[in-house]
């Protein structure tokens, strides 16, 4: 006989700590520029690409910031599906929450409804405060064990385009940077939870019966 184990319940502490990592990985630098003491994270990075005036005409606009502001909704969601138990979906629910918030752009936004870069922002908070408080909610366990090889997996891809995006702005400048732990961290994040998750989804064999 064969069984599987739900990650979320068998692993939920590495889960967490996997979840954290990423979220250090988020906030570590991810350029190191070597014409001046200067780094920045991926929200600094989102920011920095969105004022190059070639990311306007990407087809979607601002294609590289996009792409290092996903990384931050992917967390998020991550953190609404590895709710477990009652207690761990009200405390995942207020994760998603501070996470969207931590998205929101400025508050000149009001005043300038039609700046792209703050439209992107705010459309991915929202987002991201829509789909994680429904995926709390989430009570199909195959479901779950889906998403959390998807959203790993989505983020593995788009932290590569992301930096090659950003990289190309370099290039354009014609200024030298070199990549930051950041990216490695959160790559090493999305590749243990989906480890986590296959491996507690593969076929195990039933304790043997008396």
Do not use: C
């Amino acid at each position: 006989m064969q069984n599987r184990v739900d990650p979320v319940q068998k692993h939920p502490l590495l889960l967490l700590i996997l979840l954290l990592l990423g979220l250090l990985g988020y906030v570590s630098p991810w350029a190191v520029t070597g014409s001046a003491p200067m780094t920045l994270n991926a929200f600094d990075l989102a920011e920095w690409t969105s004022l190059h005036p070639a990311q306007r005409h990407t087809e979607p606009p601002l294609l590289a910031p996009l792409l290092l502001r996903a990384q931050l909704v992917i967390l998020t969601l991550t953190f609404a599906v590895t709710a477990s138990g009652r207690a761990w979906r009200w405390i995942s629910a207020l994760t998603v929450l501070l996470l969207a918030l931590t998205q929101l752009p400025p508050f000149e936004y009001v005043y300038d409804i039609a700046n792209v870069n703050y439209r992107q922002q705010f459309v991915l908070a929202l987002f991201s405060l829509i789909a994680g408080l429904v995926a709390t909610r989430f009570g199909h366990r195959r479901l779950m064990r889906f998403l959390l090889i998807v959203l790993p997996v989505l983020g593995i891809v788009s932290v590569y385009a992301g930096v090659s995006q950003a990289f190309g702005v370099y290039r354009q400048l014609q200024s030298v940077a070199s990549v930051g732990m950041g990216p490695w961290l959160l790559v090493a994040s999305y590749i243990g939870i989906g480890a986590v998750v296959l491996f507690a989804a593969w076929p195990t064999s039933a304790n043997a019966t008396n």
